[in-house]
């Protein structure tokens, strides 16, 4: 099991490398105030230690430093984070077969789902066109989904299912579709959900669905998410017909 986790984080890393498109400009109010309360709790730690000090209460003092080396670990993290996101690398377009970057997630993701009890159906279908696009990128917006969906069933004891499916249409292009059974979004959450920094995780950093949103928007097309009734989350993406040729 322990190793099924690093492979998947591995190449959860992998797929990381890969460039945030859209422009920093609209995440730049979020970076500011996400790093604005790690600066404001360490002033305030500084503050208490020379408080600390004067009085000569090392135990004080040393409990302060601490709390003060939590806070600029968190702001570093924030920082390499953004960055690894705003290297520049173009993204490298293919014709590619949907369901076989699908599968390929798929595969990725398997272990996770297993340890988690979570039951797989996939309705992919058969008459896909090719779709101009970058695998990598594509993939990394599966993976995100299906982490997402995988993540919000571990919270129910309900059946765990989810739902992945694929189809194409002259007027809507190629349609994916990831669909849970977990709790579900609220009218708060759906709101907020593709903003970054937006989290509901302890461990969470709040970016993958706005990555998501960055790369399908970059290739043209749309990711939006609805509840599932009668419970759980559906998100679903479009690739736009003009960048699809029949195979
Ligand atoms: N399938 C889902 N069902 C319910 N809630 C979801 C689902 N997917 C996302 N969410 C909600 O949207 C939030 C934002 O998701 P997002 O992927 O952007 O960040 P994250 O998963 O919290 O952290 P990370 O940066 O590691 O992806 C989640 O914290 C969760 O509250
Ligand atoms: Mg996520």
Not at 142 to 164: D, G, H, K, S, Y
């Amino acid at each position: 099991l322990k190793r099924a986790e690093e492979g998947l984080r591995d190449a959860q890393m992998t797929l990381a490398h890969v460039t945030r498109v859209a422009t920093l400009g609209e995440m730049t109010a979020s970076i500011a105030h996400e790093i604005n309360q790690p600066l404001g709790a360490l002033v305030n730690n500084a503050n208490a230690c020379l408080g600390w000090l004067s009085t000569e209460n090392l135990e004080e003092v040393r409990n302060s430093v601490e709390l003060m080396l939590d806070d600029a670990q968190r702001v570093t993290e924030i920082i390499t984070r953004v960055r690894s996101l705003v290297k520049k690398a173009p993204p490298q377009k293919d014709w590619l077969d949907i369901n076989q970057m699908i599968r390929e997630v798929i595969g990725l993701a398997r272990n996770e789902m297993q340890r988690n009890g979570v039951a797989l159906e996939t309705q992919l279908s058969d008459d896909m066109p090719l779709v101009f696009a970058d695998r990598i990128q594509l993939q990394q917006v599966m993976l995100n989904l299906m982490m997402n969906a995988i993540e919000a069933m571990t919270q129910v004891t309900t059946p765990r299912e989810l739902l992945i499916s694929s189809e194409a249409d002259d007027s809507k292009g190629v349609v994916v579709v990831v669909r849970d059974s977990g709790p579900g979004l609220d009218s708060k959450s759906l709101e907020r959900l593709f903003e970054p920094f937006y989290t509901t995780k302890p461990q969470g950093m709040g970016m993958g669905l706005a990555i998501c949103r960055s790369l399908i928007e970059a290739h043209g097309g749309r990711l939006w998410a609805t509840t599932n009734a009668p419970h759980g989350a559906v998100f679903q993406f479009t690739l736009p017909i003009g960048s699809v040729k029949v195979s």
